[in-house]
């Protein structure tokens, strides 16, 4: 004869789990409406070793103690240097892609596939570096914010900021922006997330919330639309401007414990913070968004005026010939695998 059902025994191992799931996910049984993806649990990233997946890598950086810092690259060279110093993350800036790519300024000239493609590039370089890439605003209405993540997705890169500026944008720095409403933002982050979700085999993709409403509509309105894109999926929040260290670390205060983005550009609105100054002040990320582009102005400039004025560029090179400057390109590991693969095409070189 079959023992009797243990009622009792049931219920408590019943009660038992529900509140081992509380104690995991007390957010999402508190509030439906605050998105929770218990695969993309911060806890999930903080142990084992880095992953070759440049995404899955980002979010362990975020997880665990230190800030991440991403030099703005605008192309192969920049990012080449950036890897050679040593950076361990890289941040494709939209206003320094724009002025590399068409030699325009940052006025929503650049497309989703100008943009793609030099992530593409970028991220091939060294797959397992995290590519931070701009993404404007998303290029346009839902389904393009949802088009730009499938695509960044499949380029590689690792996580992407997409803002609350009107379509015909300008860069962050300038003055005389545009915002669009809470809602209307809240649909670009709500779109990003639905589609990172909807990509097969489960992306971990980061996507980074990002306001310039600080310098139209105030600081209170952009943390409290950085409050909202948190709870619509957003996995780090950026409000573009800080002006002081106070607002920073109220930011930082007023958002936890979702990370914080912190964006220097000499001469802009916020102030030249050190890396080790924006971590100890609660910052996660930390972008110099033109560090490579305005040094290659300053560097191409002093070039350009001394092969006319001298006639040479014997003073320029600084005595790098062709040879040393396809090594710093990666020329040394190409002439490996050549010679791995059986190859004789760079015996002599």
């Known amino acids: 004869m079959a023992p ?9 191992n019943s009660l ?13 049984l508190r509030d439906p409406s605050i ?31 230190g800030i991440v810092v991403a030099p703005g690259i605008c192309d192969g ?13 890289l941040y494709q800036s939209g206003a320094a892609t724009t002025a590399s790519r068409m030699g325009q300024p940052d006025l929503a000239i650049a497309t989703l596939n100008d943009f793609v493609e030099a992530g593409q590039m970028v991220s091939s370089l060294n797959p397992s570096v995290p590519v931070i890439a701009d993404a404007d605003t998303g290029f346009g209405g839902t389904a393009m914010v949802a088009r730009t993540v499938r695509q960044y997705a499949r380029a590689g890169v690792a996580a992407m900021h997409i803002e609350d500026q009107v379509q015909t944008k300008r860069c962050g720095h300038l003055m005389g922006k545009q915002v669009v409403s809470r809602e209307e933002f809240l649909t670009r982050i709500r779109a990003a997330v639905i589609a990172r979700d909807s990509i097969p085999g489960g992306s971990d ?3 980074i919330g990002r306001t310039d409403s600080a310098q139209v509509l105030g600081m209170d309105e952009a943390l409290t639309r950085l409050k909202l894109a948190a709870a619509a999926g957003a996995d780090v929040c950026f409000i573009e401007g800080v002006k002081t260290k106070d607002l920073l670390e109220k930011t930082v205060a007023e958002l936890a414990p979702t990370p914080v983005l912190v964006n220097v550009i000499s001469g802009g609105l916020t102030p030249s913070f050190t890396y080790p100054e924006a971590e100890q002040m609660g ?6 968004s033109l560090v490579s582009c305005v040094a290659m102005v300053h560097a191409l400039r002093a070039a350009m005026h001394s092969l006319k004025k001298t006639g040479t560029d014997w ?9 040393s400057f396809f090594e710093v390109m990666g020329l040394n590991e190409i002439v490996e695998l050549d010679a791995q693969a059986g190859g004789c095409a760079f015996d002599v070189v």
């Open 283 to 288: 910052a996660k990320i930390i972008i110099f």
């Open 315 to 323: 003073a320029s090179a600084q005595g790098m010939d062709p040879k």
């Open 4 to 12: 009797a059902l243990d009622y009792h025994t049931a219920v408590e």
């Open 35 to 65: 998105y929770y993806n218990p695969r993309l649990d911060p806890k999930n990233y903080l142990e084992g070793p880095l992953s070759p997946n440049p995404s899955t890598r980002l979010r362990q950086m975020l997880a665990r103690p």
């Open 205 to 207: 993709f980061v996507i």
């Open 77 to 89: 060279i920049s990012a080449r240097c950036a890897l050679e110093a040593g950076f361990d993350c």
């Open 16 to 28: 038992r789990a529900e509140q081992e799931i509380e104690v995991k996910e007390p957010t999402a």
